[in-house]
């Protein structure tokens, strides 16, 4: 069984969430550190609301912060590309009959909307969203629950993710992992090359030769 993250994974949609923090941020005239990232990163939206409002000591509810986040991000994920050989990849795997879900801590809204246009919910057999379950993806418990969901072994899924985080997650579950890379999450490469099983610039590196007609 294959599980696959959605954000920075599948999609070029990282950059969304940066803009979306910058400018959230400087409205209340607070600078964009990496110490605030690493809170709201690969997180589920209402963890990151109360990192945010703890972190900045605001006075909005985390429904005010949320909702504003939501404006600022719009429609942005009917716009957001699939990452090079992303398509071909997919394709390719049911083509040889492999298992395939999702696991992802998007917005469910902004996750549906992503499949829909780009076409590729038809790949996955289930999309497991951590917002409903209420669970982080560098929980093992989460994968767990993407296993049992799935009717599948632990110890056969294999996990793409481009967090190191939820990679320590499916690790600790059992599970085999293949880090992606994602030039949002630069700092985390050289310890995800250490610590996954295999570690990827690009889907294209796992596409096997076109044979010869």
Known sequence: MFFFDLDGTL??????WKDVDRTFLARRGLPYTHAYYEGVAHVIFPVAA??????CHLTESCEEIMAEWMDLAQDAYAHVALKPGVRAYLKQCKAEGRRMAL???SVPVHCRTALSNLKIEKYFEQ???AHDLGLEKKEPEIWLKAAEICGADP??????DDSLAACKGAKAAGMRVVGVHDAYFNREEQEM???CDVYIQS???LLCPAKDQ
């Open 155 to 160: 110890a056969g899924c294999t996990v793409f």
């Open 50 to 55: 109360r990192f945010t409002k703890e972190f």
């Open 203 to 205: 889907f294209e590196e």
């Open 103 to 105: 696991v992802t801590s």
């Open 127 to 129: 999309v497991v969203l």
């Open 193 to 195: 090359r250490t610590f």
């Open 11 to 16: 999609i070029d949609s990282n950059g969304v």
